[in-house]
């Protein structure tokens, strides 16, 4: 899940002042973790402790304030209430990289995504988001040709990935639905060369910048193997230590 954080921290500083371009600094002095990391982070505790995920996302939240969550998950933080609320928005596929890491089986990874998603985003959009980004995950982590992952996320989730990059970029604007994000998000990934070239392009997209290149790179960290080196650095630079033990752990126990 690591590649998930570092999208999240490479896209933090672009997402309400979009980068149309593939150059751009990686890392600047502002470049922070946000709530997609904060959550990322509370989905791999879940899993490797047990237990439910809205205990754990609502603790996380009140832990990691002001780390830029979306409005409704902020007034569901801050109330009594444990109950979802039918949210569609892509906070539920920002989060469920660790349920595409920590399982043998699809089924498996499905059934957890969706698990993961509906403490909060039980719509179906909600649910279909946090399933398809774990779906590629796992495929990436089975060696599948990224054709294969394109048609299985078309035909499973009915996403279209028939689109480019370059299609994409002048008309998009930005949008926090799964089904306005994860698509694209996922077309970063597909059309990349490496794991840096899927970040860049997924934040080239503009948009949600930093949701859509955690996304992508967390499919990315699972195709390529891991992230590279001095980008991971980088990241663990930026990571409280209370966050980044939890990410240790989690990638002990489930390597790639």
Same mark, same amino acid.
């Given at each position: 899940m690591l590649g998930a954080?570092?999208?999240?921290?490479?896209?933090?500083?672009?997402?309400?002042?979009?980068?149309r371009q593939t150059s751009f600094p990686l890392f600047t002095p502002e470049s922070d973790f946000t709530d997609d990391?904060?959550?990322?982070?509370a989905t791999a505790e879940c899993l490797l402790s047990g237990g439910d995920y809205t205990v754990f996302y609502k603790e996380y939240g009140h832990r990691f304030p002001g780390r830029g969550y979306g409005g409704r998950f902020q007034e569901w933080l801050e109330s009594n209430s444990t109950l979802?609320?039918? @949210?569609?928005?892509?906070? *539920? !596929?920002? &989060?469920?990289?660790?349920?595409?890491?920590?399982?043998?089986?699809?089924?498996?990874?499905?059934?957890?995504a969706q698990r993961s998603a509906v403490a909060t985003h039980n719509h179906p959009e909600g649910v279909k988001g946090a399933q398809a980004v774990a779906a590629a995950i796992f495929l990436s982590r089975r060696g599948r040709a990224r054709e294969y992952i394109r048609e299985f996320i078309t035909n499973a989730f009915g996403y279209d990935l028939s689109r480019s990059s370059d299609e994409i970029r002048p008309g998009y604007a930005f949008n926090e639905?799964?089904?306005?994000?994860?698509?694209e998000a996922i077309i970063a990934f597909l059309e @990349?060369?490496?794991?840096? *070239? !899927?970040? &860049?392009?997924?934040?080239?997209?503009g948009g949600d910048s930093d949701t859509i290149a955690c996304i992508t790179g967390s499919i990315a960290e699972a195709y390529y193997?891991?992230?590279?080196?001095?980008i991971a650095a980088e990241v663990w630079r930026r990571l409280p230590d209370e966050l980044a033990e939890v990410v240790d752990r989690f990638h002990r126990r489930f390597a790639i």
């Open positions: 954080i570092t999208g999240d921290i490479v896209g933090s500083i672009y997402e309400f002042d979009n980068n990391t904060v959550l990322t982070v979802p609320y039918n @949210s569609y928005g892509n906070g *539920s !596929a920002m &989060r469920v990289s660790p349920a595409g890491f920590a399982f043998r089986t699809l089924e498996e990874t499905l059934y957890e639905t799964c089904r306005g994000s994860v698509p @990349s060369t490496d794991f840096e *070239s !899927a970040l &860049r392009l997924a934040v080239s997209l193997g891991g992230v590279p080196e001095p």
